[in-house]
C-alpha cells in the first residue's frame, strides 16, 4: 500500500539557519513526489515537485527537496529560513501506475524563530 | 484568475441535517477530488473524479456523497451528517496526467453538533 510519513510534527529553527524537512514513502513502482505548504486560514499551496531526472528539484520561495531512491526519502530544504517560513508542510506521493490516488502525509509544522 | 472556489467557508450545523459544500474550478481540469484535514492525520482524501460522471471512493468515504454533472463542479454532499464528519474539508482540481499539481480551495470548516 502506498503511504507517507512524516516523522516530526513541528521542527523549529532559528531565521537564517538551514532547514530540513523530513518526508519518506512507499509506493510501487514509481513515485511522482510532491510538497505542499499551508499558511493559516489558507488551503494547500504548491511548492515544488520531483517526476523524474535531477534527484535535486528546486521550487517556489526558496525551497528545494532531494529525492533519495535507496532510502525512499524526499526532504524539503531551505538554506536560509525566513520567519514568514513559518506554516504546515505537506509531503505527498502518486504512483505512476493503477491509483489515480495523492496520498499526504500528516503535516509537519515549521517554526522559525526570529 | 485561475481558482478553485469552496463554498461555505464556515458551517455549522446539527445532526441529521443534509447538507452541500461547493466546489467549482475555472481551469478545464479533468480531475477533482475532495479531502478531510484533521490534527494528527494530515489529509484523507474522501473522494475524486477523473472526469464527467466517473467518481471513485477515496480512502474515507464512508457517510459522503458526491456527484460530478459538469465539468467545473463538484459538490460534497453529508446525507445525514454526524459529529464525527466536523472537520476542515478540502477540494482540489489538477489535470489529467500523474505528475500535475493539485490546486486546492481555501477550505471548508464543518462543525456538526
Known amino acids: 500500500a502506498q503511504s507517507v510519513a512524516q516523522p516530526e510534527d513541528q521542527v523549529n529553527v532559528a531565521e537564517g539557519n538551514p532547514l530540513t524537512v523530513k518526508c519518506t514513502y512507499s509506493?510501487?513502482?514509481?513515485?511522482?513526489l510532491f510538497w505542499y505548504v499551508q499558511y493559516p486560514n489558507r488551503g494547500l499551496q504548491f511548492l515544488l515537485k520531483y517526476i523524474t531526472g535531477d534527484n535535486l528539484v528546486k521550487g517556489s520561495y526558496g525551497f528545494e527537496a532531494e529525492f533519495n531512491k535507496s532510502q525512499t526519502s524526499f526532504h524539503l530544504k531551505k538554506p536560509s529560513a525566513l520567519v514568514s517560513d513559518s506554516a504546515l508542510y505537506f509531503c505527498?506521493?502518486?504512483?505512476?501506475?493503477?491509483?489515480?490516488?495523492?496520498?499526504f502525509g500528516t503535516g509537519t509544522r515549521l517554526k522559525v524563530l526570529a | 484568475e485561475a481558482q478553485v472556489t469552496q463554498n461555505p467557508r464556515y458551517l455549522i450545523t446539527v445532526t441529521g441535517k443534509k447538507l452541500t459544500v461547493t466546489c467549482s474550478q475555472n481551469m478545464n481540469h479533468e480531475y477533482m477530488s475532495w479531502y478531510r484535514q484533521d490534527p494528527g492525520l494530515g489529509l484523507r482524501q474522501i473522494y475524486y473524479?477523473?472526469?464527467?460522471?466517473?467518481?471513485d471512493k477515496g480512502d474515507v468515504p464512508e457517510g459522503y456523497k458526491v456527484s460530478r454533472k459538469e465539468k467545473r463542479n463538484f459538490p460534497l454532499i453529508l446525507e445525514s451528517p454526524s459529529p464525527n464528519q466536523t472537520s476542515l474539508y478540502f477540494c482540489a482540481s489538477a489535470n489529467r496526467g500523474l505528475g500535475e499539481k493539485l490546486f486546492f480551495g481555501s477550505g471548508t470548516q464543518l462543525s456538526v453538533l
Open positions: 473524479s477523473m472526469n464527467v460522471e466517473v467518481t
Open positions: 509506493v510501487s513502482g514509481n513515485p511522482y
Open positions: 505527498a506521493v502518486r504512483a505512476t501506475s493503477g491509483t489515480y490516488k495523492y496520498i
